[in-house]
């Protein structure tokens, strides 16, 4: 059915506030990514859920980072205490689990965070 | 740790022409996949085509195809009969097929206009 969704959309908050940004992947995904698209890093990788397994959080900055996936479907990344660095594009993923790791991951359309 | 380098920051191309965009890579692996992702202003990263490494045979789709050298760790995508619709960011990017490492290793981005 449906693709990859993720809200809100845009999301302008100040400094210092928490933000929540919401992912949705495609029904039957069993594996999850968060990535963070910024002007000076690019695109890189914070989070990959896969199952009930513990989440991988090796590219997740900083503690103020923080990631959930419930009940094996929707994820929620939270930011604590929003810096202006954490201004960028928040991606999602979601894909297959095959073995030998063919599968092919398939994008959402993004949250863009401003922090003012 | 893996690297992408895209060297192409940005290319243009005239409509119904052909585009080669660049990329080489760094691995000690000697399976996993490369991919190519397009990413118009509507930030939605769509896969265009992917490759697997132990396949010497160069991925094709429609008008895009890929000339793969795994000696070179080189991964270019052509573009052929270049359509207005191609115009967008594109992203190179690798992935582990062993392991437990599923996430996307992504370059820094060809902008690739088409003119009418």
């Known amino acids: 059915g449906a693709g990859v969704s993720q809200s809100p959309s845009n999301k302008v908050t100040e400094k210092g506030k928490d933000v929540e940004l919401r992912c949705d992947p495609i029904s039957g995904h069993t594996a999850l990514y968060w990535y963070r698209q910024s002007l000076g890093q690019g695109l890189e990788f914070l989070i990959y859920f896969q199952g009930n397994s513990a989440p991988d959080k090796s590219g997740l900055p900083s503690d103020r980072f923080s990631a959930e996936r419930t009940g094996g479907s929707v994820s929620t990344l939270t930011i604590q205490r929003t810096q202006q660095e954490d201004s960028a594009v928040y991606l999602c993923?979601?894909?297959?689990?095959?073995?030998?790791?063919?599968?092919?991951?398939?994008f959402g359309p993004g949250t863009r965070l401003l922090v003012l | 740790a893996q690297t992408v380098t895209q060297s192409q920051p940005e290319m243009s191309v005239q409509e119904a022409e052909t585009v080669t965009l660049s990329c080489t890579y760094d691995t000690s692996e000697s399976d996993y996949y490369l991919f190519w992702y397009k990413q118009p202003p509507s930030r939605q990263m769509i896969l265009v085509i992917r490759q697997e490494a132990y396949k010497q045979q160069n991925a094709t789709e429609n008008r895009f195809s890929v000339n793969f050298q795994k000696a070179a760790k080189s991964f270019s995508l052509k573009i052929s009969d270049s359509q207005l619709g191609d115009a967008a960011m594109y992203f190179c990017?690798?992935?582990?097929?062993?392991?437990?490492?599923?996430?996307?290793?992504f370059g820094s981005g060809t902008q690739l206009t088409v003119l009418p």
């Open positions: 990017a690798y992935r582990s097929s062993s392991g437990s490492a599923r996430q996307l290793t």
């Open positions: 993923a979601s894909s297959r689990t095959l073995a030998g790791g063919k599968e092919t991951q398939y």
